[in-house]
């Protein structure tokens, strides 16, 4: 292991992408403390100490933004803008037929579809930080039961102060994401993963921290243990796949033969990834978003279903929540799956490259089969999913550490899916120049 550790620093194309790559991320981690113009970092800082457990409506934006978003520094929005933005784009490949011709173009359509992304990211970008300008003016960023410097947040809240504050957060948007794409193409690849990944990783250390000083040094070694098992099983669950085997018929072109090999198809337990958990919160903040809003006045009876929504749906320790936020995920697991695969167009690809299933006829049937097996792994795909992503929140009805606890829902399967990525591709690139890669 220290020796293949040794290979990639005595290997110089390699050593310079690691090193760029680092790099890109110092200056990512070091937006994320710059405040934004005429933001009171003072006031801010008194708030985030005093609010540290709870993060209310933004937790998973500020997990993703690396804490950025409640320092409201220029890099605020992080990577969400375009995390959106990417799905948005990939799901209307459903509803609209150019974008889908545009996908099967190749590299020229690709490219085109990474333009609307990046459009469709600035204009996300513009709209949540007018959100969030907004909700700081109004005193409700750290909940409605914030203490008063908390509702002073910003130094001036004239028109052009909130312009310039919008067109900071929006540019640190864009400049992210070029951060991310200089990554990928000169770094060691997955850069907006990465971005990700090291924002979640950030968080890591004040966790812990915050565990420790609360909850002693006991229960500190505890959340480790427990921490440490779930990532071996989170590990175990994203390696594990479905292999479905595929044969090639021999052809004859000229004097050549073609095909006769056998392959697989690999069908993964968890082929949506961390989609569903975010669309499933994304879903379930609405209510309570609404709910912000339509607080009445200090002295004034608040409505019944507003009532009904703060007492069930923003505290993640009620079971109703619990319940809600599981079958969200399990349905958005579904839902996500069935737009990312499509049993038909892959049963065509085999047909027409003379591929098929043993025991099962090319065509319609290969369809139908791989439909079936896909809707059998998903089940407990979307249960492991739903299973992992309720872990804070039981971490918060037992033990009340529900931001302070860092081994569970998306911060979990985004920190072991990139991280075995990287480690991926790194390997892949040590075995272009050596004939041992990282990986054993």
């Keep these: 292991m220290f020796s293949a550790v040794a290979r990639i620093f005595r290997t110089p194309d390699l050593r310079r992408k690691i090193g760029f790559t680092l790099g890109i991320i110092a200056l990512y981690r070091l937006g994320s403390f710059v405040p934004a113009p005429f933001v009171d970092f003072g006031n801010v800082q008194a708030c985030l100490a005093q609010n540290q457990g709870t993060s209310g409506l933004y937790e998973l934006v500020n997990l993703f933004s690396g804490g950025a978003l409640l320092q409201l520094s220029i890099f605020a929005l992080g990577i969400m803008p375009y995390i959106t933005a990417s799905i948005i784009v990939q799901l209307l490949r459903v509803v609209i037929p150019h974008f ?19 459009y469709l990211t600035i204009f996300l970008g513009i709209l949540q930080s007018t959100t969030l300008i907004t909700v700081a003016r109004s005193g409700a960023l750290f909940g409605t039961n914030a203490s008063a410097e908390c509702s002073q947040l910003l130094t001036n809240d004239t028109w052009y102060a909130v312009l310039l504050m919008v067109i900071t957060m929006t540019a640190g948007t864009g400049l992210i994401m070029w951060f991310g794409e200089m990554i990928t193409e000169r770094g060691i690849g997955n850069g907006m993963s990465l971005l990700i990944f090291t924002s979640i990783a950030a968080t890591f250390p004040s966790s812990l921290g915050s565990i420790w000083a609360a909850k002693g040094f006991e229960t500190f070694l505890l959340v480790l243990a427990v921490g440490i098992v779930i990532m071996m099983l989170v590990v175990f669950v994203e390696q594990s796949q479905r292999r479905i085997p595929v044969q090639y018929a021999k052809r004859m072109v000229g004097r050549r033969t073609y095909g006769g090999n056998n392959t697989y198809i690999p069908i993964k337990v ?3 990834g961390v989609v569903p958990v975010i669309f499933a919160s994304s879903l379930l903040y609405l209510p309570a978003l609404i709910a912000q809003f339509n607080t009445p006045a200090a002295g004034q009876e608040p409505a019944a279903w507003v009532t ?15 319940a809600l936020y599981f079958l969200l995920i399990v349905g958005f697991t579904y839902f996500y799956v069935a737009i990312t695969f499509n049993p038909e167009e892959v049963a065509d690809n085999m047909k027409k490259y003379g591929g098929f299933i043993p025991g099962i006829r090319a065509g319609r049937p290969t369809a139908e089969y791989l439909d079936y097996v896909l809707t059998r792994v998903t089940l407990p795909g979307s249960v492991y999913l739903g299973l992992v992503a309720l872990i804070p929140l039981v971490a918060l009805a037992l033990v009340g550490a529900n931001a302070n606890f860092p081994f569970g829902g998306a911060s979990i ?21 050596h004939y041992e890669g990282l990986l054993r």
Excluded at 311 to 321: I, R, S
Excluded at 413 to 433: F, H
């Design 308 to 322: 009904w929504v703060t007492n069930y749906l923003v505290q993640g320790d009620h079971p109703l929540y619990m």
């Design 270 to 272: 968890n082929m949506a």
């Design 413 to 433: 399967l985004i920190i072991v899916g990139v991280g075995l990525e990287t480690v991926k591709q790194i390997d892949s690139q040590l075995q272009q120049r």
């Design 100 to 118: 889908e011709t545009l996908h099967k173009e190749g590299q020229s359509g690709q490219g085109k579809l990474t333009q609307y992304t990046r």
